[in-house]
C-alpha cells in the first residue's frame, strides 16, 4: 500500500499500490469490502490527492503520467445509481 485517502461524502476509501499490479482500490467502510479495482499505470502508484468537493482523485506513478479519476459521488447525489461511478477523466504526461 503506497497511499490511503477517505472519502468526504460516503463511507468509502481508496488506497494505491505498487508491484506487481499497480493498481487503486476503492473500498467500502467499515465492512473493508472491495468495490472497484481501477487500472491504468504501468509502473507503481506513488501518489493520490482528492479534489476539494471529494468527487475525483489524482493518482501519479513512476511511468510519469497523471490519472483523474471520478470515484465518489456529490453529496448531493449519493442515492443517484443513474450513471457508472468510476471512470477515468484523463492521463497527463509529467515530462
Not at 47 to 61: C, E, F, K, N, R
Not at 62 to 78: A, M
Request: net charge positive.
Amino acid at each position: 500500500v503506497c497511499n490511503l485517502v477517505w472519502s468526504k461524502n460516503v463511507n468509502e476509501l481508496v488506497s494505491t499500490h505498487g508491484y506487481s499490479q499497480n493498481q487503486i482500490i476503492v473500498w467500502r467502510y467499515p465492512s473493508m469490502s472491495k468495490l472497484t479495482t481501477l487500472t491504468g499505470h504501468t509502473y507503481r502508484v506513488l501518489y493520490l490527492a482528492i479534489s476539494p468537493d471529494g468527487q475525483t482523485i489524482v493518482t501519479g506513478a513512476g511511468d510519469e503520467t497523471l490519472r483523474f479519476w471520478n470515484v465518489f459521488p456529490s453529496s448531493k447525489s449519493q442515492t443517484s445509481e443513474s450513471k457508472p461511478r468510476f471512470f477515468s477523466l484523463g492521463r497527463a504526461q509529467i515530462r
